[in-house]
């Protein structure tokens, strides 16, 4: 049995900061990549970032430069610390983990455990 529960989320304003957290049970965070996802409402859910078995990490265009993805193996927790907040980053944000595979991807078929998200709102 796996289980991903995301927490941190919360209401901020444009240029605030916030860091959400991915607490794991049912396997370690170091068994094999994390990643985060969003979806806002009447959007399709898309990628935000990814970190590898091996600490490699990916993040999409839109969040570079202000979202960093880590990994606390010996909390079994993966963070995504959000800077520079824009209103547009309003979204639930997801937390998810694939289950064999060590790389980091930005397709979200390839997970295979999901969290049931959290909300961040960024206030203009």
């Known amino acids: 049995q796996v289980q991903l529960v995301e927490s941190g989320g919360g209401l901020e304003q444009a240029g605030g900061s916030l860091r959400l957290s991915c607490a794991a049970s049912?396997?370690?965070?170091?068994?094999?990549?994390m990643g985060w996802f969003r979806q806002a409402p009447g959007k399709e859910r898309e990628f935000v970032a990814a970190i590898s078995r091996g600490g490699g990490t990916i993040y999409a265009d839109s969040v570079k430069g202000r979202f960093t993805i880590s990994r606390d193996s010996a909390k079994n927790t993966v963070y995504l610390q959000m800077n520079s907040l824009k209103p547009e980053d309003t979204a639930v944000y997801y937390c998810?983990?694939?289950?064999?595979?060590?790389?980091?991807?930005?397709?979200?078929?390839?997970?295979?455990?999901w969290g049931q998200g959290t909300q961040v709102t960024v206030s203009s």
């Open positions: 998810a983990g694939r289950a064999y595979y060590y790389g980091a991807s930005a397709l979200s078929h390839e997970y295979d455990y």
């Open positions: 049912g396997r370690t965070v170091g068994s094999s990549a």
